[in-house]
């Protein structure tokens, strides 16, 4: 058990929807990253937080959102979803903003029909 | 951008022999770090590397880091079933911004 959480587990839903994913970091890290792997593929960094603030983005869709509350836990937003966004989405949290491992969460994995 | 290459893709062993993935770049890497993804499962750390020509080891696995900073290399002894999974190495882009930028991994297989 990493100590990352991650709700839900499993989300099936259709085209053209949105749904909202949630991590709650390790108690004490400040940052949360956010990962997409594709089948066998590897992990496509999304966008990182910071005690709140966003401080890296990688290669996200502007459909795709995210934000870090007062509490440290973020959300991942995806909208207007495409058959190709299904996938399994990770978060990871770490204590600092730059260095240090990565605790990953189980992730959800997101079925669009 | 920065780009983190690994060979190989797949390597299929037999139980006992020995097993290294290896990763590159074009440019020279900030620090090394190693994960280990078990089917269905999610990545897991193993190790940071931060040093050029560093060595550590972790019981049968050793971790390198080229003289350059350029290249790593993890290497498996004698694998076992349990050694299943894929290997993805990583390095943050950027220096200041905190992309960790991963490989996409070396799957490795064990037939017992």
């Known amino acids: 058990d990493s100590g990352v959480t991650q709700t839900p587990k499993h989300l099936i839903t259709a085209t053209g929807q949105r749904v909202t994913l949630r991590c709650s970091p390790r108690s004490g890290d400040l940052s949360v990253y956010w990962y997409q792997q594709s089948l066998d593929q590897g992990l496509q960094f999304l966008i990182q937080y910071y005690n709140g603030e966003e401080r890296a983005k990688g290669n996200i869709l502007e459909r795709f959102s995210a934000q870090q509350f007062p509490d440290l836990h973020s959300e991942l937003n995806l909208s207007s979803l495409e058959l190709g966004d299904s996938a399994l989405y990770f978060c990871?949290?770490?204590?600092?903003?730059?260095?240090?491992?990565?605790?990953f969460g189980e992730g959800s994995r997101l079925t669009v029909l | 951008g920065q780009q983190v290459m690994q060979i190989p893709q797949y390597q299929h062993v037999q139980e006992g022999e020995d097993f290294t993935t290896y990763c590159n770049s074009s440019t020279t890497l900030s620090n090394i770090q190693w994960y280990k993804q078990r089917p269905g499962g999610h990545p897991v750390f193993l190790i940071q590397?931060?040093?050029?020509?560093e060595v550590k080891k972790q019981k049968r696995l050793t971790f390198q880091f080229g003289e350059a900073k350029k290249n790593s290399s993890l290497h498996i002894t004698a694998t076992q079933t349990t050694d299943v999974g894929t290997y993805f190495c990583a390095d943050y882009y950027g220096g200041s911004q905190g992309n960790l930028i991963f490989g996409k991994g070396t799957k490795l297989s064990v037939k017992p």
């Open positions: 990871a949290s770490s204590v600092r903003g730059l260095g240090g491992e990565l605790f």
């Open positions: 590397l931060v040093k050029s020509g």
